[in-house]
């Protein structure tokens, strides 16, 4: 998120509509200008040929401490731009190109960090140290508040390595880590844990070249707080490849497989009750059901089969009877005859 003042820096001189009544302007040479509010609260920039602020953007208070500091290039945000507390003290520092962030740092007034966002590159003095660009990992601890520690973040070159967050008890609730392994991809690893310390859900992706990224690789897995695993997604190459779901009894509740050859997609669920009979086989392409469906009961008894046509329509319907046989079929046309 790019500083809210932004928009208002970028907006060109204060018209006299928008400008408080009673604001004082008055040059300061070599172009710049320093606005100067009813409250004493001022500002001091430079305008370009068209109006547009450009240069650098000072914003100060009634006491005139330093309130916000931005780097303009015709109206637009580009570099370092700065907040800061009432104490003088540094809040918030980013550096935009192009209005995106690509640093972030958030400091109490004390100057202990709350958030930490960092770039690829060396962009600017302060990310140095804390975003590891000189090769070095460097771990930095985060404040939830003045009272409360949010966990710490670990970067090297700019590089995400580690991070862990803490709830109020001090326990880990969530934590993410990149793996590098000799002969083996990539690896970034998202978990998230119960109150109780039991892992919620784990995803781990395949992070590769920008160059040769294909959307997003690997597997997601989530468990109940007995730990019992309840749901396992497998993607490649963007898009989900097989989707499998539990109960809390360790009875396997569905199973979907996704193929697909060029645009083309073709899902095959099968659907299981609670005590591991199957419910139901259904076949889809293009998210609608296609072909036939076979529904069963709870004792693994055939109930009925659908047959679905290209657009989802049903065309066809078969109900079995308790020894397995076709007692009923149904042809669902514009007439509703029945067979």
Known sequence: MILPLLALWAAGPLAAADAPAGTRCEPL??????CTAPDGSREEFKLNSLGQRDGIVRRFDAR????????LEAGTPVGPQKTFHDNGALERLQFVTGAKVQFSLVRLPDGRPTELRCAPVHLIPEDLDLCGHDGKPRQTTLQRDAARTLGTVTFQSGVLRELTVVGDNGAVIRSEAYE??????????KRVYYPSGRLRSETVLIERPADTFEGREGTGREWADSGQLTQEVVWAQGREQRLRQWYLNGQLKLDQQIRRQGRHEERLTRSFWENGQPAAVNTERFGR????QRYF??????LRDDEHGPGGELLRRRHYNAAGQVEREEVLADDARRL
């Open 29 to 34: 040479g070599g172009g710049a200008l320093r």
């Open 180 to 189: 590098q392994k000799a002969g083996e991809p990539d690896r970034r690893i």
């Open 289 to 292: 059901l296609w072909g036939w």
């Open 64 to 71: 005139g401490v330093l309130r916000s500091e931005a780097m």
């Open 297 to 302: 009961g709870s004792k693994g008894q055939r």
